[in-house]
């Protein structure tokens, strides 16, 4: 029994370790110093990577650019496997892509919380506002937000397509028929857009 304690202690150990990897298959190490890993400062303490070496998180020692954000000192930083960001979590409320987005979560291993999420090409995906915002003429509210991984529907953030159009948010006050509150969606391409072959049949 009385080697019972030190067993269950290691095993908790493993399983912290495995829950705390953003990717099943991410590899742990211990930096022992602040160190440049891909071009991107990675400070002394854990930092995780993929299978094949490549680096998969780290916590930023230094203000850096990544796929033209500027991404403060403190950061949470997730990449996808070709080296662009994919999650990202800030130390504080900074601005990122000209909105102001909320900081000061807990590390993604240990919260959803506050995440901004980029797509695999390294744009924009998913934020939580530091502050009530107007985007693309749309009054958007600010809020604790739960994302899950690469799911971008619902909640708190505010969502955007690709190539970098509002897709959601809710409103803060009354917009487009909808109430304030509501979740409001838009389309990739507006709605009133009348094809072309239609357009001509009318003439």
Same mark, same amino acid.
């Given at each position: 029994?009385?080697?019972?304690?030190?067993?269950?202690?290691?095993?908790?150990?493993?399983?912290?370790?495995?829950?705390a990897?953003?990717?099943?298959?991410?590899?742990?190490n211990?930096?022992?110093?602040? $160190?440049?890993?891909?071009?991107?400062?990675?400070?002394?303490?854990?930092?995780?990577?993929? @299978?094949?070496?490549?680096?998969?998180?780290? #916590?930023?020692?230094?203000?850096? $650019?990544?796929?033209?954000?500027?991404?403060?000192?403190?950061?949470?930083?997730?990449l996808w496997? #070709?080296?662009?960001?994919?999650?990202? $979590?800030? @130390?504080?409320?900074?601005?990122?892509?000209?909105?102001?987005?909320?900081g000061?979560?807990?590390?993604?291993?240990s919260?959803?919380?506050n995440? #901004?999420?980029?797509?695999?090409?390294g744009?924009?995906?998913?934020?939580?506002?530091?502050?009530?915002? $107007?985007?693309?003429?749309?009054p958007?509210?600010?809020?604790?937000?739960?994302l899950?991984?690469?799911?971008?529907?619902?909640?708190?953030?505010?969502?955007?397509?690709?190539?970098?159009?509002?897709?959601?948010?809710?409103?803060t006050?009354?917009?487009?028929?909808?109430?304030?509150?509501?979740?409001?969606?838009?389309?990739?391409?507006?709605?009133?857009?009348?094809p072309a072959?239609? #357009?001509a049949?009318?003439?």
């Open positions: 029994m009385k080697n019972a304690h030190p067993v269950v202690c290691l095993a908790f150990v493993v399983v912290v370790s495995l829950c990897a953003s990717e099943p298959n991410a590899i742990r211990k930096l022992a110093s602040n $160190t440049t890993i891909q071009g991107i400062p990675c400070a002394k303490g854990d930092a995780w990577f993929y @299978p094949d070496g490549s680096l998969n998180q780290c #916590t930023l020692s230094a203000l850096t $650019t990544i796929g033209g954000y500027s991404i403060p000192r403190g950061a949470l930083i997730e496997p #070709t080296g662009a960001a994919r999650h990202l $979590t800030l @130390p504080h409320d900074a601005v990122l892509s000209g909105y102001r987005i909320k000061g979560a807990l590390p993604r291993r919260s959803e919380e995440v #901004t999420a980029f797509y695999p090409s744009r924009l995906r998913s934020v939580v506002l530091a502050g009530d915002q $107007t985007i693309q003429g749309v958007c509210g600010a809020g604790p937000s739960i899950f991984y690469d799911s971008i529907d619902g909640s708190n953030h505010v969502d955007f397509y690709e190539d970098g159009k509002l897709q959601s948010c809710n409103l006050r009354d917009f487009g028929g909808q109430r304030i509150g509501q979740r409001l969606v838009l389309p990739d391409e507006p709605k009133s857009l009348i072959a239609a #357009t049949a009318s003439r």
